[in-house]
């Protein structure tokens, strides 16, 4: 019995030790994924790739602080060169984090964590499947842009980046957001909701009539059969 002691303190220890190596390696693996992008910005449009225009980087400025100011949402649109070996969900998590987009809220406040980072990464020499987007919402803003909606913003991203033109492509995903996000608040700026309404469509992708043809069918049935 005299070596149990002993041998507690060795398996505390080991425990101790355990922990710390996962948070010394953990908090490694952050300040690599940090490293990728700068410090939090003044603005909205962070441009570290270089493949903005001027008019449609200070359009998604203008729309994005007039969001902010009507409700307290922030949408944070960057351009990376590259990511390396991380994967975009996780480098647009980390931003988010980092800068805080969207968390200047008290606990209980719809305003906290209503943040959207758009983070994006273009083809590398125009080789397929070497650029990456990311629409990463924030839990304040789960219930209002939902995961088919940034699935609709994404898909009307790509459609715009006809000739690798990242501007226009982006300006009409955050003009998508905006709308979404200024209704969902019930926001009266017409400058907000009528920014890029997004198409509505039927959940099935077809006519609201689709499914009756079955039951048509069915009850042409039963009437031969009575008859």
């Known amino acids: 019995m005299s070596g149990t002691p002993a041998k507690a303190i060795a398996v505390l220890a080991a425990l101790q030790l355990t922990a710390l190596i996962a948070t010394a390696s953990l908090a490694a693996q952050e300040a690599d994924v940090t490293s990728l992008f700068p410090k939090a910005p003044d603005g909205h449009v962070t441009d570290v790739a270089g493949v903005l225009d001027p008019s449609s980087s200070t359009r998604i400025e203008d729309l994005a602080e007039r969001l902010r100011a009507a409700t307290g949402a922030e949408i944070a649109v960057v351009t990376l060169p590259t990511i390396g070996d991380r ?65 609709q913003v994404r898909d009307l991203i790509v459609s715009s980046l006809q000739g690798e033109n990242y501007g226009p492509a982006l300006l009409a995903g955050g003009e998508a957001l905006v709308t979404l996000i200024a209704r969902g608040r019930g926001v009266s700026d017409s400058a907000l909701v009528n920014a890029r309404p997004l198409p509505v469509s039927s959940p099935r992708g077809g006519s609201p009539m689709r499914g009756l043809g079955p039951v048509l069918l069915f009850l042409v049935f039963l009437l031969l059969s009575g008859a």
């Open 87 to 151: 994967s975009e969900a996780e480098v647009a998590l980390a931003i988010g984090r980092a800068w805080g987009v969207g968390a200047e809220a008290e606990v209980g406040d719809p305003r906290r964590n209503a943040g959207i980072v758009m983070l994006l990464v273009p083809r590398q020499e125009g080789r397929e499947g070497s650029g990456y987007l990311r629409i990463e919402v924030g839990q304040g803003l789960e219930g209002i842009v939902t995961d088919a909606n940034a699935g």
